[in-house]
């Protein structure tokens, strides 16, 4: 069946480190992943997204990679800011877009 | 401000009550999505329309759910006789329907069920 999942339910990092969240999917035949950011009393905001034939994509300080081996996605966040705490969620296709959404891993950045 | 849009943001109403919940989606966006999440864990698919046809639902979408989008932009979610359990965050949300084309998410109505 489909399931998406997080490995970490909380990652407590410094400031200007780099963060990592990873994530793991069940269907190998997912095309399309994405990942959100949702900070309190919010919805959930886009931050990247992957198609299955690419194995990386960047954005403005965050990476995206996609290991369809080992079925494995994670995001990565370079010098992370207080700003950027807050619960990720990583997703997959489900079809028409109905997405699949996995737990979340709560970010938490020090000063 | 053009980001989908959700009224009300918090609902408290006592069990058996009826409630309705309205998501306006981006102006140009064909297809609307609706969501539930409770504390905790990510959303969890309900339904979606392609302009005003309902085209999915979910299991969790029991008879005592129904959803509309009549003229295929806003769209609402009516839960009748609510339960206890129905309490938790209904999210919408908005696509151009472009095959691997984000969803936006609104700011969600947070459902307290008494």
């Known amino acids: 069946g489909e399931s998406v999942g997080l490995h970490l339910p909380t990652l407590s990092v410094q400031e200007g480190d780099n963060s990592i969240i990873n994530c793991a999917y069940s269907?190998?035949?997912?095309?399309?992943f994405i990942w959100y950011k949702q900070e309190s009393g919010k919805g959930p905001q886009f931050i990247i997204d992957i198609r299955s034939n690419m194995d990386k994509r960047q954005g403005q300080r965050v990476t995206v990679l996609l290991n369809k081996t080992v079925k494995h996605l994670s995001l990565q966040i370079a010098a992370t800011q207080p700003g950027d705490s807050a619960v990720y969620f990583c997703?997959?296709?489900?079809?028409?877009?109905?997405?699949?959404f996995g737990t979340g891993t709560r970010l938490l950045v020090s000063p | 401000d053009t980001g989908v849009s959700q009224n009300p943001r918090h609902k408290i109403t006592k069990r058996g009550q009826n409630v309705t919940f309205r998501c306006d989606p981006i102006?140009?966006?064909?297809?609307l999505y609706w969501y539930r999440q409770t504390l905790g864990q990510g959303p969890e698919f309900l339904t979606y329309f392609q302009n005003e046809a309902q085209l999915e639902k979910s299991r969790l979408l029991s008879d005592r759910f129904s959803a509309e989008r009549p003229k295929g932009s806003f769209s609402t979610l009516e839960i009748q006789r609510t339960e206890q359990g129905d309490s938790a965050m209904y999210l919408c949300a908005s696509s151009l329907g472009t095959v691997g084309e984000k969803l936006f998410f609104g700011s969600g109505t947070q459902l307290s069920v008494l």
């Open positions: 269907n190998s035949a997912s095309d399309y």
């Open positions: 997703a997959e296709n489900g079809g028409f877009q109905k997405l699949v």
């Open positions: 102006s140009e966006h064909n297809r």
